[in-house]
Nanobody
Framework: VQLQASGGGLVQAGGSLRLSCVAS????????MGWYRQVPGKQREWVAR???????HYADFAKGRFTISTDNAKNTVYLQMNNLEPEDTAVYYC???????????????WGQGTLVTVSS
């Protein structure tokens, strides 16, 4: 199983970006999917999560600005980020809980990260 994140880039403050993350490989089911971010020298922090039932959860800093969604047919999770601030500059990682078979508990998988840089 692999998670491939994309969509990062350089944007001015107040701008928007849409991150995507595709899960590929042999999977039985994808449960929760989410996004984290990490600034060099700091701990990775949780950004948002979406359950298999499409229930969403957001970190306080993401509420009202970021929207997480999925396209289950494409095994893809998205993060729409609006009104970006310089403080949002970080490497963004996608994460998914995936079961490889009907008899296995879900395991966590991580994407490689995509850099988001917000200039002031």
């Amino acid at each position: 199983v692999q998670l491939q994140a994309s969509g990062g880039g350089l944007v001015q403050a107040g701008g928007s970006l849409r991150l995507s993350c595709v899960a590929s490989g042999t999977m039985f089911s994808i449960n929760d999917m989410g996004w984290y971010r990490q600034v060099p020298g700091k701990q990775r922090e949780w950004v948002a999560r979406i359950t298999k039932a499409s229930t969403t959860h957001y970190a306080d800093f993401a509420k009202g600005r970021f929207t997480i969604s999925t396209d289950n047919a494409k095994n893809t999770v998205y993060l729409q980020m609006n009104n970006l601030e310089p403080e949002d500059t970080a490497v963004y990682y996608c994460n998914a809980a995936i079961s490889l078979s009907s008899t296995q508990w879900a395991s966590e998988y991580w994407g490689q990260g995509t850099l988001v840089t917000v200039s002031s």
